[in-house]
RNA sequence: GGGCGAUUAGCUCAGCUGGAUAGAGCGUUGGCCUCCGGAGCCAAAGGUCACAGGUUCGAAUCCUGUAUCGCUCGCCA
């Protein structure tokens, strides 16, 4: 809708006397199309004016009903109702949306810039758990975004792969693990032996201890410790990407915390001179409390460094290596505080790329039992919630589309998608409560009521003979219509919006917005039919369901969902 | 105790920097397949926007206080 407000605004701007940017800003889409498409309240003009806003409104609507695009406008009281032409909107869509379907929606405004995203970032050695899917996915459709809005993208899991866990592993594999099993299931292997560890050392502490000079071992360099470490690394990244794969996400790098592991003496060092570090209660701390911030830890006690230091590290190097102009760190609300910290220390080394990093929080995810939650090797795999979305809807698929000949992968295309769609359709600060009968919900606003409508558009265009010279936008006539096409035409709207908050939930609930106006299409029986006899009616007609196909395809795909052709 | 966030329909939540009669989905109830995909559509019922003050033309939205819940507050990440 930018295009017709941008000349609206153009227009009123010398009438009262506001910059046009200002003006509008100040503009509604209304939401109740029975008062019209667009609506200004005229308060904020009347002190410049020295009118009040009824009168205002009632001028400004002479002046905006003289525009070709509008087809009405009048005031309501204080407000400024403007309908717009049916003809004028289709149009827009016409050439912005059907002449260049791969692009809609895109836009140049992050040209040239770049913005690295730390998303989903598991440990290795364990599987990736159900809660790592909020990170993941917000991740990918973030990066997705940025891409549509012409950034240059760096996605970069940042692994869970150094601490003293991995001096347990060490351990742990040396007293119960074996080579074989190792092999076969990695994650599966590694997991049984940690949880075992833990369980030994409820009775032998001695065990904690001999983690720990393992882990000091790694760190020193030690070969045969180095050589386990590498292998469950790469065993772990192996299955991650699997599963990543299934998901349609990719990484540019696997950088986890141990790629600083050479460097953390040097940081320390850095630090301590330009912030300011010194010891206290045996630990290295850069002291914050002027900032009414807890203390930021770079050394433990014992020497040891710390996520802090680490990721101190990690910013440089992604700054050196990248040259970012903005840098996302896809974490979970619980660190905010830290990251306050983190960014504060990197402020007061005078990195000015400081102040373009941003924690992008999202709530928790919360087990309806909360039992569930603490206990080890009681958490929810992501996994399997994907393979039981994919089963239920391969059962679905069976009962509603049995001669559906790819069948097993619609089946994941669709029930991987509910699982992200679910995801991302709540606003992302929210905590989300996990129960699978919501989760595994394919009705209502889900990415399966999406893609179905998307699925329906696409029989619909094999079915009907569609002559896109015949197309016209005379031809469009019912308020139904035209909400639909306003529901395209703001779609780069929502792009953009999405991208500069960081908020995918606006696009999926936009795309739900729309398959429920496009929907409602049917409910018209004989007396609205795309699939019309008349040529030019029934060529108009779909060319706003390729519209529509085309908004819900490209929209799914920033929100990393597949569109499949047929369900 | 300090900091941050939340509280809107039976349930899960939208409601953007204050704007007109507070909206969806699920669930409930009742309709709609001789016809474009019923994983759909239409309709009904359902609200003291936690509570109390304040700010103004106007408050679910901003401010203050109270209550309840969640997260967090030095050697985990």
């Known amino acids: 809708m930018k295009w017709i407000l941008e000349s609206l605004a153009e227009t009123l701007s010398p009438l009262v006397s506001m910059p046009a940017e200002a003006v509008q800003k100040l503009f ?47 005031a309501a009281g204080p407000f400024l109702n403007i309908r717009l032409k049916l003809s004028a909107i289709a149009e827009h869509v016409f050439t912005s949306c059907l002449d ?34 909020r990170s993941t996915v917000i991740g990918n459709a973030l990066a997705n975004l940025h891409e549509a809005c012409g950034w240059k993208t760096v996605r970069i899991n940042y692994l869970g792969d150094w601490g003293t866990t991995q001096g347990k592993l060490i351990s742990a594999f040396r007293r119960f693990g074996s080579a074989d099993a190792l092999q ?3 994650i599966k292997h590694l997991l049984e032996i940690y949880v075992r560890f833990h369980q030994e050392a409820e009775t032998q502490p001695e065990l904690l201890d001999e983690a720990k000079a393992l882990f000091k071992n790694l760190e020193d360099g030690d070969a045969s410790c180095e050589t386990l470490w590498t292998q469950f690394r790469e065993l772990s990244i192996r299955e991650f990407r699997r599963i990543y794969d299934r998901m349609g996400i990719r990484f540019d790098h696997y950088d986890g915390e ?41 050394r433990k006690d014992d020497g040891a460094t710390l996520y802090a230091t680490r990721d101190i590290a990690a910013t440089k190097d992604r700054h050196e290596r990248f040259s970012f102009d903005r840098s996302l760190y896809v974490v979970a609300s619980q660190q905010t505080v830290y990251f306050q910290q983190l960014f504060e220390v ?37 996994e399997d919630v994907l393979d039981k979305a994919v089963a239920l809807s391969r059962e679905a698929i069976a009962e509603k589309n049995p001669n559906l000949n790819n069948a097993d992968q619609v089946a994941e295309q669709v029930g991987i998608g509910a699982i992200i769609f679910g995801d991302l359709v709540a606003h992302r600060k929210n905590d989300v409560t996990f129960e699978w009968s919501r989760i595994l919900d394919f009705k209502g606003k889900t990415g399966v009521y999406v893609q179905y409508t998307h699925a329906r558009c696409r029989s619909m265009l094999r079915k009907g003979e569609m002559d896109a010279d015949l197309k ?24 953009q919006k999405a991208t500069d908050s960081c908020d995918p939930s606006l ?33 108009t007609r779909l060319s706003l369901v390729l519209a529509v196909a085309t908004t819900l395809k490209n929209g799914l795909q920033l929100l990393g969902l597949a569109t499949p052709e047929e369900m």
């Open 472 to 495: 016209d936008s005379a031809q469009f006539t019912r308020p139904e219509e035209k909400e639909v096409l306003k529901g395209i035409a703001q779609f780069p709207d929502m792009v």
């Open 28 to 74: 509604r889409v209304e939401a109740n199309a029975e008062r019209g498409d667009l609506a200004l309240p005229c308060f904020p003009f009347a002190k410049a004016l020295k009118q009040k806003p009824d009168a205002i409104a009632q001028t400004l609507a002479e002046s905006i009903a003289a525009l070709d695009a509008v087809e009405q406008a009048e």
């Open 346 to 382: 990197l402020k007061r080394m005078d990195f000015d790329y400081a102040t373009r990093c941003e924690h992008i929080p999202f709530g928790m995810l919360q087990l309806a039992d909360k039992t569930m939650s603490t206990r080890k090797g009681q958490v929810i795999f992501l």
């Open 100 to 133: 260049a379907p791969d692009s809609f929606g895109q836009n140049q405004t992050g040209e040239g810039k770049t913005v690295v995203l730390d998303f989903s970032s598991p440990n290795i050695a364990k599987p990736i758990a159900f809660h790592h899917i």
């Open 184 to 186: 076969a299931d990695p």
């Open 507 to 539: 696009i999926a609930n936009h795309l739900v917005n729309l398959c429920q106006s496009f929907n409602s299409l049917f409910s018209m029986g004989t007396e609205y039919r795309f699939l019309d006899d008349n040529p030019a009616l029934r060529s």
């Open 258 to 298: 141990s790629l600083y592991r050479h460097q953390l003496d040097e940081t320390v060092e850095e630090v301590t001179q330009k912030a300011g570090a010194k010891i206290d209660q045996g630990a290295l701390i850069v002291d914050l409390s002027d900032k009414k911030l807890p203390p930021c830890l770079l």
